[in-house]
């Protein structure tokens, strides 16, 4: 996708993230009767903002500076280090005003919502689709220089267990939440016989480098189509064909023909295929097509681009399996809690030095990346994206820093446990080097970012 795109749903995204965020401030704020003055997408630091209308008391406004956003709750210590209340006695609209568990609940607004958010794109998508299962008899793709490719999986291997556990599925095999186990190892079938790979201690900080896991069933190189007047067709290759090699070289995976095909532009290229008549009532799969397909053997010369006009016929096995309204609840609800879990448990692992915090974390620049690549698979590719950084949206404001909720969170249940308020120049000073310490490690991430695409 062109920077066009990718600027757009990076803004997309984080707009549906701050604002549910910020919603959920905004929602327990009113519903505990405090006064909201503002309501912001983005920081308007110096007054400097895109737009703002004022409705009712609430000035809604959308800030220069793309680092979250913000809601003014009147009486609070926040983001906007305003100090106008300082010296005037609480009034019964205020944040301070308020019993101690209501200004918990507040705080804890926009990491629930973000929670809420995540788990609904869940079940929502599992309520459409049904959960997705790809039977692991589906053989291995491994790209070259991939983590598991440094593992030692080649392409044409089978997973049979993982942690001595039997995964029937390709999605079981590879949950996201192994990814953060204390070890991980993979029992494999290869030519007939059982190994044991180890993944490494640091996987995800390598998948993160990576920009994935590089590994996913095979795709047979079936042709779905041959074109008409193109130069597959005009050599003889008929739709419905298996290649198998190109300069004899064995082809095992859709990626690789296209690649080969694609580095022989204007090349004259033999390619081994294997066909079979069709007939009704019979499906037509690779391993058939292998077992009783007649071998050809025919030149073809790809375009100027690269291309010889065929396209792939989707045979990999798996299924579909709807859930129904309860079902898939359990199922959204799970998800999200097995997120939320394996985005902690990446934390421990960053912070306790397993993982190398500058191949772990992102910002604008890697989000916006990801949020285009996602978008670019699909609709379903984008929310699911959307789910996850938004669980991590939740975690990482959760965290007792000052300036974050987590840290909003903990200096209000200290007053809420001493009964007393914590003076007001302390809580400013908190806020500001709070402050200071986000846009520090914003100005990181930026910088690393840059120099580590």
Do not use: C
Request: charged content about 20%.
């Amino acid at each position: 996708m062109d920077i066009l795109s990718t600027t757009f749903f990076f803004i997309l995204a984080i707009f549906i993230l701050v604002t549910a965020h910020e919603l959920g401030h905004f929602l327990t704020a009113k519903l505990f009767g405090m006064r909201v003055d503002k309501f912001y997408i983005g920081f308007d630091f110096w007054n400097l903002r895109l737009w703002k209308k004022k409705i009712g008391e609430t000035e809604y406004g959308v800030g220069v500076f793309p680092l979250g956003g913000y809601v003014k709750i009147a009486g609070m210590v926040d983001e906007s280090l305003d100090t106008n209340f300082q010296n005037s006695e609480p009034e019964p609209w205020e944040f301070r005003a308020k019993p101690a568990w209501q200004r918990l609940i507040v705080l804890a607004g926009g990491v629930a919502m973000n929670m809420i958010l995540a788990t609904l794109i869940f079940i929502g998508i599992t309520l459409v689709l049904g959960e997705s299962r790809t039977s692991v008899n589906n053989p291995a793709f491994v790209e070259k220089g991939s983590v598991f490719d440094a593992m030692g999986m080649k392409t044409g291997d089978r997973f049979v267990q993982v942690n001595g556990k039997v995964m029937p599925s390709w999605e079981e095999a590879l949950d996201p939440e192994l990814l953060t186990a204390r070890a991980l190892t993979y029992t494999i079938e290869r030519d007939g016989k059982s190994m044991i790979i180890q993944a490494p201690a640091n996987i995800m900080s390598r998948i993160n480098d990576q920009q994935g896991l590089g590994i996913r069933p095979t795709i047979p190189p079936v042709i779905d189509e041959a074109l008409a007047e193109q130069p597959a067709s005009l050599a003889g290759i008929k739709s419905g064909g298996l290649i198998t090699a190109i300069n004899g070289n064995p082809v095992t995976d859709w990626t690789e023909v296209v690649g080969t095909i694609s580095s022989n532009a204007s090349k004259p290229i033999s390619i081994t295929w294997y066909y079979l008549e069709p007939v009704n009532g019979r499906a037509i799969t690779a391993e058939i097509l292998r077992a009783q397909g007649t071998a050809y053997v025919t030149t073809v010369i790809p375009s100027k681009a690269g291309k010889i006009g065929i396209s792939l016929k989707q045979t990999i096995a798996s299924e579909r399996r709807k859930l129904g309204v309860g079902g898939s609840i359990v199922s959204g609800v799970n998800q999200s809690w097995k997120m939320s879990v394996m985005t902690v448990q990446g934390f421990a692992k960053i912070f306790s030095g397993q993982e190398d915090f500058r191949k772990s974390v992102g910002g604008p620049i890697k989000i916006a990346k990801i949020a285009s690549r996602s978008a670019e698979q699909g609709p379903v590719s984008f929310l699911y994206f959307l789910s996850m950084l938004s669980i991590s949206l939740a975690i990482i404001n959760i965290l007792p820093v000052p300036a974050l909720d987590g840290g909003q969170f903990v200096l209000n249940a200290v007053e809420g446990i001493i009964r007393k308020e914590i003076p007001f120049e302390i809580k400013m000073r908190i806020q500001q080097i709070g402050m200071m310490l986000l846009l520090a490690l914003f100005a990181f991430i930026l910088i690393n970012d840059i120099f580590n695409p």
